[in-house]
């Protein structure tokens, strides 16, 4: 079993910020980590949650919040970091042009991949592993992103446009 906390909860109780750094600074993201897993402990060590005397570690993302904005953001979507709030992609409501237009995009050179990735490389090379994962979010979700609430409407209308969207999506 696997639990997330809201970022409101840890903004709240343990004043952990979720902007733009807390994903992509390295060095925040280990401290912040080692805070959490010293805070679960705290609180719910006699659950099994949280390490006593949790140590750095070569975390790439959170294993405590979820925070899905890796796919929408690479394939167009401005991503909203607040510090209070998981990471949320304003919805673009692409055109049936633009969405016909869209092809799977090279993840090592565009953003906000590429900067992950050498993140991870520079993390691996110093620690030798890495731990977490980079939150990819849903496929519908993503295509509800993008496409709005038309999406509905393109399931039943035009299947074979829902196809290429969710494919350049996965």
């Given at each position: 079993?696997?639990?997330?906390?809201?970022?409101?909860?840890?903004?709240?109780?343990?004043?952990?910020?979720?902007?733009?750094?807390?994903?992509?600074?390295?060095?925040?993201?280990?401290?912040?980590?080692?805070?959490?897993?010293?805070?679960?402990?705290?609180?719910?060590?006699?659950?099994?949650?949280?390490e006593?005397?949790?140590?750095?570690?070569?975390?790439?993302?959170?294993?405590y919040?979820?925070?899905?904005?890796?796919?929408?953001?690479?394939?167009g979507?401005?991503?909203?970091?607040?510090?209070?709030?998981?990471?949320?992609?304003?919805?673009?409501?692409?055109?049936?042009?633009?969405?016909?237009?869209?092809?799977?995009?090279?993840?090592?050179?565009?953003?906000?991949?590429?900067?992950?990735i050498?993140?991870?490389?520079?993390l691996?090379?110093?620690?030798?592993?890495?731990?977490?994962?980079?939150?990819?979010?849903?496929?519908?979700?993503?295509?509800?992103?993008?496409?709005?609430q038309?999406?509905?409407l393109?399931?039943?209308?035009?299947?074979?446009?829902?196809?290429?969207?969710?494919?350049?999506?996965?």
């Amino acid at each position: 079993m696997e639990l997330v906390f809201h970022p409101n909860w840890w903004y709240r109780n343990y004043g952990i910020r979720f902007d733009r750094s807390f994903y992509f600074d390295r060095e925040r993201r280990i401290r912040d980590d080692v805070i959490m897993r010293r805070t679960l402990y705290d609180r719910f060590g006699d659950l099994g949650m949280g390490e006593p005397d949790p140590q750095p570690r070569p975390v790439v993302g959170s294993m405590y919040v979820a925070g899905g904005f890796v796919v929408p953001a690479l394939l167009g979507a401005d991503v909203v970091f607040r510090d209070d709030q998981a990471p949320w992609p304003r919805p673009v409501e692409m055109p049936d042009a633009q969405i016909m237009a869209l092809e799977s995009p090279d993840i090592e050179a565009t953003s906000p991949m590429r900067e992950l990735i050498a993140d991870m490389d520079l993390l691996e090379a110093e620690y030798g592993a890495l731990l977490g994962d980079c939150d990819t979010d849903g496929v519908l979700n993503t295509a509800l992103c993008l496409r709005g609430q038309r999406l509905f409407l393109d399931f039943r209308h035009n299947p074979e446009f829902v196809h290429h969207l969710f494919a350049v999506i996965a």
